[in-house]
């Protein structure tokens, strides 16, 4: 009879412990829901941004091109436009000239779309119009800045810009915007939000320590290429930002030619600045993974 009872008591308690798991599972499930909510939330604000606003902006610099001074062919969008990871505020925007002008040199250029953009931008939106060896950097009063790329067709290739701006060079300017959407299409479209919720991550970060918009892109390329984990937003943003840790720790290729890596501006391989990056991005990992609500993740989001 004792036999017997024990054997009650021990059924009971497996019950006991089937539920509590039960409830843990449910519990678990609710609080991801919650969070993807947020995310979902974030998004839709991110979305909702002032696009707009700068397609006007390049609008306008096309028409204070398009003078006498630079013979404007067309517009190629190299930045975050093109990709659809445009986030405003918090992406790089960067856009190639290309110029009929096949046989001009390319500090040539440069002095022209500077004398161009001064003369024909409105004052009262522009901080500064800055030169450099291979780009106009266009900064306005809201922060925001237009990298815009002199560029020419050269023997049927698009060219720009040597690093030391002496000399044409060949690039592949849609590279790798079609690398990035092959692997978002192999990931059910997931990987152009996750890229712009993990952009707005980067925000957050101290101003040093901000990745430029186009290294976030080539990491998520890199971290989403083979994955075979979850889909939703919270399980793809965790992976991208785990990944990054690692990631950036090393130089990352450039495949479109723009440049030998995305990355230089951290330096070498294990460079003080890329430990330092690294170490934020193990912060936002961790804060993710043990997140037990939406507020734990507005958290990270400067909320």
């Not at 002008?101 to 779309?113: S, T, Y």
């Not at 990944?243 to 450039?254: F, I």
């Amino acid at each position: 009879m004792g036999g017997s009872g024990g054997g009650g008591y021990s059924g009971s308690s497996d019950i006991s412990k089937d539920r509590r798991e039960a409830l843990e599972l449910l519990r678990r499930q609710e609080t991801e829901a919650a969070i993807n909510g947020y995310l979902g939330e974030q998004l839709a604000n991110i979305n909702n941004r002032d696009i707009p606003g700068t397609r006007r902006r390049l609008d306008a610099i096309v028409d204070a091109l398009g003078t006498e001074a630079v013979d404007v062919d067309r517009l190629l969008f190299g930045g975050s436009v093109s990709k659809h990871t445009y986030v405003d505020g918090l992406s790089d925007v960067d856009a190639l000239v290309v110029v009929d002008e096949p046989d001009a040199a390319p500090g040539d250029l440069v002095n022209r779309f500077v004398l161009a953009l001064k003369a024909r931008l409105p004052a009262g939106e522009v901080v500064t119009i800055a030169p450099g060896n291979l780009a106009v950097t266009v900064t306005y009063t809201d922060g925001a800045q237009i990298q815009l790329l002199p560029a020419v067709e050269r023997a049927g290739h698009t060219s720009i810009a040597s690093e030391d701006g002496s000399t044409w060079r060949q690039i592949r300017p849609h590279k790798f915007a079609e690398k990035l959407t092959e692997v978002n299409q192999a990931n059910g479209d997931g990987v152009i939000p996750t890229i712009k919720l993990a952009k707005a991550l980067v925000q957050e970060l101290s101003p040093e320590h901000r990745l430029s918009g186009y290294h976030v892109e080539a990491i998520a390329v890199d971290a989403f290429k083979d994955y075979s984990g979850r889909r939703d937003r919270a399980s793809m943003l965790h992976h991208l930002v785990a990944h990054a840790a690692d990631a950036v720790m090393v130089p990352t290729g450039d495949i479109s030619g723009q440049s030998v890596h995305v990355d230089s501006y951290l330096g070498p391989a294990g460079s003080v600045a890329r430990q330092a990056i690294s170490a934020d991005f193990r912060r936002l990992a961790a804060g993710l993974e043990s997140a037990d609500g939406p507020d734990d993740v507005r958290t990270l989001f400067g909320g």
